[in-house]
């Protein structure tokens, strides 16, 4: 058997323990041949695909490496037409591909399904620091980020409270809320705004108002995908190229802008970026992405493709990638962790 391995879309912390896991799996297994292919579908999509062999002693050593070896791209779409979809699944067959396995976030999702109805036998393995993806509770990279944001939301908090003032912190997380939800409870912040939840500029106001007067700070932690009430989306910029071209960006200043008339106390705006995907993983993500790793070794190995392999509880398992592609999976309005941050006082921006 020859497998494919490629990483879709934006990088996050774990790549590299998935391709580790993929390729020892197979190499220990069923003495496979491991194609690596490079910079994501953008390897397939040149004159010449761009391939490396991975054998044991390339996958070693890269456990605890951020980033992924390969490269990857979240432009390269091999659907966008017709002669591209058609020059990639050449490339496949060209280079004796008996199967693909496409590690990446909804939009690698997509391309996988969309190139799975052209015949191509592909496992998904779900990445992303967002925890987005349908079907899986937990992707790897998303702990990882959740701890550096918690790092920076502790750090704001010293220099917030030495200075009297509100600090406002955006994370990444597109459309979903999960990474501001978890860092801001991690973290002890005072506000925490979600995209799921449109918040009030009075009621954060009257939140930090009412701590000028007693904590004289504030730290609000808000997810980049966050509007105000009657608001828009914040766009940092569109890459019309990309399968997915907003990229957001920006709220934080938005928010800074909204509050400082009804404070008196100054607000500050901090944008974490692109800090959050960068560096090693977190333990719980090495495991995990290991364990997603192998589990998609071993639906290449039983022959069950055009499934992503996920992670609910403790149990691995797989889910159809045409019940992944083009959604997205967001912080449900009755979730435990909302109850409990309105409970124990931390504001959502309701009024
Ligand atoms: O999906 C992961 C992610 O980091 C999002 O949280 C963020 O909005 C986006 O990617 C940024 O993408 P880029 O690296 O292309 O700016």
Request: with cysteine; aromatic share 4%; net charge neutral.
């Amino acid at each position: 058997m020859r497998i494919g391995v490629l990483t879709g879309g934006g990088d996050c912390p774990g790549l590299n323990a998935v391709i580790r896991a993929v390729t020892k799996s197979l190499l220990r297994q069923c003495g496979a041949e491991v194609i690596g292919i490079e910079d994501g579908f953008a390897g397939l999509m040149g004159e010449t695909p761009r391939v490396r062999t991975l054998d044991w002693d390339r996958v070693s050593g890269i456990l605890m490496q951020g980033g992924t070896v390969l490269g990857t791209s979240n432009k390269a779409n091999p659907l966008r037409d017709a002669a591209s979809t058609e020059r990639a699944l050449a490339h496949v067959q060209a280079l004796g591909l008996d199967a693909l396995v496409a590690i990446g976030g909804d939009g690698t999702m997509e391309i996988a399904h969309g190139l799975s109805l052209h015949g191509l036998r592909v496992v998904g393995v779900p990445k992303t620091i967002d925890n987005d993806i349908v079907g899986c509770e937990r992707s790897f990279g998303f702990d990882t980020a959740v701890a550096t944001v918690t790092e920076a939301l502790e750090r704001i908090q010293t220099t917030g409270q030495s200075h009297s003032r509100v600090m406002i912190v955006e994370t990444m997380g597109r459309y979903a809320g999960w990474i501001a939800l978890e860092a801001g409870l991690a973290g002890a912040a005072d506000v925490i705004l979600l995209p799921e939840i449109d918040y009030s500029v009075e009621a954060v106001a009257a939140v930090c108002r009412a701590r000028e007067q007693r904590q004289r700070y504030t730290v609000i932690c808000i997810g980049e995908g966050a509007k105000a009430r009657g608001g828009a989306l914040t766009v940092l910029r569109r890459l019309d190229d990309s399968p997915d071209p907003i990229r957001l960006g920006g709220v934080a200043q938005v928010l800074r802008e909204q509050l400082q008339p009804l404070l008196a106390s100054e607000v500050r705006a901090t944008v974490l970026g692109h800090v959050q995907r960068g560096g090693a993983p977190t333990p719980f993500d090495r495991v995990l992405a290991t364990q997603f790793g192998n589990q998609a070794a071993q639906l290449v190995m039983q022959g069950e493709f055009n499934r992503m392999v996920t992670l609910n509880g403790e149990q691995p398992g797989s889910v159809p990638l045409a019940e992944v592609a083009h959604q997205s999976r967001k912080v449900p309005a009755d979730h435990p962790l909302l109850r409990t941050a309105r409970q124990i006082g931390v504001s959502l921006g309701e009024p």
